[in-house]
């Protein structure tokens, strides 16, 4: 990881017009905002770049950005702010239609959210032995144990009912600063009950796909991924042909470069630009 070049927002803004910028991570924790994060999406508006938030969250990315602007961001700041859940709504609305009181779902998640099953008409249950679908959006590890979830989900994963992960981030950053098992370390244990998953979210093309769809005029190479994941936001830029920049915040914050180096090789998926932390 030490070949690959540090670099800054300025050097970046000077190379590409479009950011699709990670959430958690990059400009904020469990806590807050992070120093100079806010700033810094001010001052790539400033110099007409176009702003995009891609977050691999299963609540939807109008909730978000209202979320995000309460916590002091400028709305100014960014363009758009699109989610794995908004990617699983797009794809599963077509798929599904809209049979409300005939799908019965079961929704894991953070929060009670159940916002996803709302949107898609879908009649919400607590119960894994009646499920027709279950969706797993978020997680309450820091509260509730992973074997915990595997005893609420095998019913449903051992008949084989379909899983859809709206956010596949296998760790989540907690308000003490360590992390979490997240909700594709949920999904990857629904796997291992025997259900079949399907996953939404960054690595995954779909959501790199509605993204781009988003800046239709700005050519790839023009765009920049920026992420604290190599996981799901370097590889996941890998994978749409798009540049990146790892900032050495968020999840791999105290990863020496041999943890890094290491990842990498795991996924097969190295940064462009390594960056300290987003701000100016």
Known sequence: ??????????????????FFIDQFGVLRDDEGPYPGANAALRHLKALGKTVVIVSNSGRSGEYNGDRLVKLGFDQAGFDHFLTSGDAAHNILARETGRKAGVTRCLTISSGGDRNLAERLGFESIEDATRADIVIISGSETERTP???????????????????????????????GSTAPGAGSIALAYEELGGPVRWFGKPYPAIYQQ??????????????????S???????????????????TGILAGGSERDLAVISETHGARPDFLMERFTV
């Open 211 to 228: 993204a781009q769809s988003l800046v239709p005029n700005i050519a790839a190479d023009r765009i920049i991924c920026i992420g604290d």
């Open 230 to 248: 190599i996981e799901h936001d370097i590889a996941g830029a890998g994978g749409a042909g798009l540049a990146s920049c790892l900032v050495r």
């Open 1 to 18: 990881m030490s070949a690959t070049p540090h670099t800054t927002l300025v050097a970046l803004a000077a190379r590409y017009d479009a």
């Open 146 to 176: 992973l074997a915990a979830y595997r005893h609420q989900l095998r019913p449903a994963a051992e008949r084989g009912v379909p899983c859809y992960c709206t956010n596949p981030d296998r760790h989540k950053l907690v308000k003490d």
